[in-house]
Antibody, heavy 116, light 111 residues
Framework: EVQLVESGGGLVQPGGSLRLSCAAS????????MSWVRQAPGKGLEWVAN????????YYVDSVKGRFTISRDNAKNSLYLQMNSLRAEDTAVYYC?????????WGQGTLVTVSS | QSALTQPPSASGSPGQSVTISCTGT?????????VSWYQQHPGKAPKLMIY???KRPSGVPDRFSGSKSGNTASLTVSGLQAEDEADYYC???????????FGGGTKLTVL
């Protein structure tokens, strides 16, 4: 079964940083675009960032440009999201998902809480 | 890009059909047929139910179907079952900046 497992979430103060990781298994990770999607508490889904198979193209939603960096390590079958200058409005469950235009599967999500 | 527009709620009785709409602009949908639909049960990760407007991934019941006309996409759930009660989100990839957009979500209640 294709599996994605996120880690790295937690409580961080405004202005702080976190690095999320997503470990992929049972599929050829290097063959796929990968994405991060987030969901604020009680809210809908928001596309955050995606990255091409070889890491040569990366795209971000406007609200995180300049603060978040998506990356991948195909040798480790892993996806990352470096989040800097965090704001209260970044509080959300962050999901990694396989795909560019549609997403399947999704990880279980990791909660990021930005609060003092 | 602003979010796609979905009704906040929809409902139907077991066995009935219900259709959820998803409205955007021509720039949201672009020239791509990249509309997808996701089902999310409380506390769970979303699950892909429909992709490329009307295609079902393996394992998704054929009670779920998708369509698109102009700038409105639709998800129809036929033969409603209790387990269909969930939040449903549409999504579209328009190629702009290589990101896409989600709808605000529709809470489907099986009466």
């Amino acid at each position: 079964e294709v599996q994605l497992v996120e880690s790295g979430g937690g409580l961080v103060q405004p202005g702080g940083s976190l690095r999320l990781s997503c470990a992929a298994s049972t599929f050829i990770f290097s063959n796929y675009w990968m994405s991060w999607v987030r969901q604020a508490p009680g809210k809908g889904l928001e596309w955050v960032a995606n990255i091409k198979q070889d890491g040569s193209e990366k795209y971000y939603v406007d609200s995180v440009k300049g603060r978040f960096t998506i990356s991948r390590d195909n040798a480790k079958n892993s996806l990352y999201l470096q989040m800097n200058s965090l704001r209260a409005e970044d509080t959300a469950v962050y999901y990694c998902a396989r795909g560019q235009r549609n997403f399947a599967p999704w990880g279980q999500g990791t909660l990021v809480t930005v609060s003092s | 890009q602003s979010a796609l527009t979905q009704p906040p709620s929809a409902s139907g009785s077991p066995g009935q059909s219900v259709t959820i709409s998803c409205t955007g602009t021509s720039s949201d949908f672009g020239g791509y047929n990249s509309v997808s639909w996701y089902q999310q049960h409380p506390g769970k990760a979303p699950k892909l139910m429909i992709y490329e407007v009307n295609k079902r991934p393996s394992g998704v019941p054929d009670r779920f179907s998708g369509s698109k006309s102009g700038n409105t996409a639709s998800l129809t759930v036929s033969g409603l079952q209790a387990e269909d009660e969930a939040d449903y989100y549409c999504s579209s990839y328009a190629g702009s900046d290589n990101l896409g957009v989600f709808g605000g979500g529709t809470k489907l209640t099986v009466l």
